[in-house]
């Protein structure tokens, strides 16, 4: 499925460029930015870099290049570098999409486009747009960042007005496949214990999303739901298997990874007036599945596999508010919460994060951000490799972001 769009997508680039007479009538616009971030944490090593003793190593560069061939259609396509600690240092392809835009209560895009949800996933990938270095890790992972932008398949949108009095109303609907890719963060735990997935994992996703401008000047109430199906991956698992009266086996061993269907909601708000913007926003993200491990010494004794099962509820929110002293100077602050109630209690359970945030646009194109964050819970954030010493339940994290955008 995921060829056929992407194939599609490329017939109608073509199409789209041969009809064209000109540059000039393709209206071509390029546009990008370009951030480097120094990380300085107390107690442990935050998102694989050595943060403890300060850390340069997160880097990002995005170019995004689109054309209006036709008043209506929109083509165009975003790649990004991305390196950060252990992750990354790859170039990926954020999205590439046509979008014909009937009017403003219609449009449409398909090709590998970014996924409505919540308040901040289709902007996420544009960090001049926003004050914050690190948004609220409970929703929006900068590990899964690229995981969780887009899909492929398409999107409807549009505005309705709702009378003289009623405001307007925003809506998504969405469709067609989504991908965690081998490398994804989401599986750095289980990389480290030994289990891996060479083709990542991928399925189906729809959903959509509502916001409603209200009647009262500055204010949206929204909400999402994102639904997957039944999603499933080969795996390798390295751990040797000890097994009564056959000692024990050397792995690695072939298996699948079954995770089963999902039903995400996000609620979330936002208000603002003059220089004051206040901003909340809670998700819930059940799951569960299996982890099943063939081993061969055990098939003639009819048992075709080991299995694992494993679950999760993850449930997070933040709240934030920020204000512009001048129109160069912005501050802030937020405090998000994740709990995973199907953990053990400890430390490991939770993740609390208590955040001061500033801004300054030195001109239009270059900006600086500087950030204190006051972690509680080890839930978010945190892999064994990058602290052999263990994991402290507190760390104190300073960050600081130079970004230039054109």
Known sequence: MKRLWIGTMALTLMSVFAVAQSLDDLNIQIHGYATQGFLYSSQNNVLTTNSSDGSP??????????????????????????LLGN??????????????????????????????????NEIQDIDSSYMWSLLPQGIYPIVSRNSLLSHTGGVVYGTLKLGTSGGELDYRAFGGERELAADDGYFIGLRESGIAFP??????????????????????????????????????????IT?????????????????????????????????????????????????????????????????????????????????????????GMYHSQSVNHQAVLGPSRYSKDWVLSARYDMNEFVYAKAEQHFLDGTEIGYDANANPGGINPSTRLTILKLGVSF
């Open 243 to 331: 097994v009564p009266g056959l000692g024990t086996l050397s792995g690695p061993f072939n298996g699948t990874y079954m995770l089963q269907p999902l039903d995400v909601p996000f609620y979330f708000g936002r208000y603002e007036k003059n220089k004051v913007s206040i901003t909340g926003e809670w998700a819930r993200l059940p799951f569960s599945g299996t982890l099943n491990v063939v081993v061969p010494a055990l098939v003639p004794f009819g048992i075709p596999y080991l299995q694992t099962p494993f679950r999760a509820d993850q449930r997070a929110w933040y709240g934030m508010a920020s204000y512009k002293v001048t129109s160069k100077m912005q501050f």
């Open 199 to 240: 083709n990542g994992v991928n399925g189906a996703v729809l959903g959509g999303t509502l916001k409603w401008n209200t009647p009262v000047n500055g204010l949206m109430v929204g909400a999402s739901d994102l639904r997957d199906t039944l999603w499933s991956a080969t795996m390798t698992d390295a751990n040797s």
């Open 87 to 120: 992750l990354g240092n790859a170039i990926t392809l954020d999205w590439a999409q046509a979008e014909y835009k009937v009017n403003n209560r219609f449009g449409v895009r398909f090709g590998k486009v970014k996924t409505p949800t919540g308040l901040f």
């Open 57 to 82: 190593a997160w880097t990002e560069a995005v170019v995004n290049i689109s054309a209006h061939p036709i008043p209506k259609l929109r083509v165009g396509a975003q790649v990004r570098y991305f």
